[in-house]
T-cell receptor
Framework: DGGITQSPKYLFRKEGQNVTLSCEQN?????MYWYRQDPGQGLRLIYYSQIVNDFQKGDIAEGYSVSREKKESFPLTVTSAQKNPTAFYLC?????????????FGSGTRLTVV | AQSVTQLDSQVPVFEEAPVELRCNYS??????LFWYVQYPNQGLQLLLKYLSGSTLVKGINGFEAEFNKSQTSFHLRKPSVHISDTAEYFC??????????FGTGTSLTVIP
């Protein structure tokens, strides 16, 4: 069955380190998204990409970077410039033209700064 | 700005009691509306959606929601909740393209 795979499920980072969260989908979806989730704040959009080699900043892009070299993959790098990176990160995707199906989400990565 | 408002951040309810989780959106254009459920440390799963047509939509796990255009609401209901319904619930709206807007979530706790 197709789906979105996020890895790792849990990630620990030392202060000052960059870390990369993986998001891979085999749904042939065009658009991919990264959200950050903090308690009581819902989902906040970090970056999104509509097509390969193109991406746009969301509401809270500072301290994060992404790439979209392949349709299937949309990795997120949390840089040392992100002052409070401890959170739950969710990747989502959707196929253009069938937006009525809604987003498909991965199972998330919990990042903790130690 | 367009937005989605979930009026209750936490809803405790006894097992087998009915529950309503409220969602209001701000838009005068045609929208797609969705409810998602999130279990602890997992991603979001689609519960149900309204695209057009009948204003009462049924989803998985016995949930249903009613679209009310005049009140710009899309409240989620279940007549009898189970312990396994304890989760976070998100309302979302799609206004155009493939950009969705999510509410801040409602944490449903079912008390035995």
């Amino acid at each position: 069955d197709g789906g979105i795979t996020q890895s790792p499920k849990y990630l620990f980072r030392k202060e000052g380190q960059n870390v990369t969260l993986s998001c891979e989908q085999n749904l042939n979806h065009d658009a991919m998204y990264w959200y950050r989730q903090d308690p009581g704040q819902g989902l906040r959009l970090i970056y999104y990409s509509q097509i390969v080699n193109d991406f746009q900043k969301g509401d809270i892009a500072e301290g994060y970077s992404v790439s979209r070299e392949k349709k299937e993959s949309f990795p997120l790098t949390v840089t040392s410039a992100q002052k409070n990176p401890t959170a739950f990160y969710l990747c989502a995707s959707i196929r253009r033209g069938v937006e009525e199906r809604g987003y498909t989400f991965g199972s998330g990565t919990r990042l903790t700064v130690v | 700005a367009q937005s989605v408002t979930q009026l209750d951040s936490q809803v405790p309810v006894f097992e087998e009691a009915p529950v309503e989780l409220r969602c209001n959106y701000s838009s005068s254009v045609s929208v797609y509306l969705f409810w998602y459920v999130q279990y602890p440390n997992q991603g979001l799963q689609l519960l149900l959606k309204y695209l057009s047509g009948s204003t009462l939509v049924k989803g998985i796990n016995g949930f249903e929601a009613e679209f009310n255009k005049s009140q710009t609401s899309f409240h989620l209901r279940k007549p009898s909740v189970h312990i396994s319904d304890t989760a976070e619930y998100f309302c979302a709206v799609r206004l155009y393209g493939n950009q969705f807007y999510f509410g801040t979530g409602t944490s449903l706790t079912v008390i035995p």
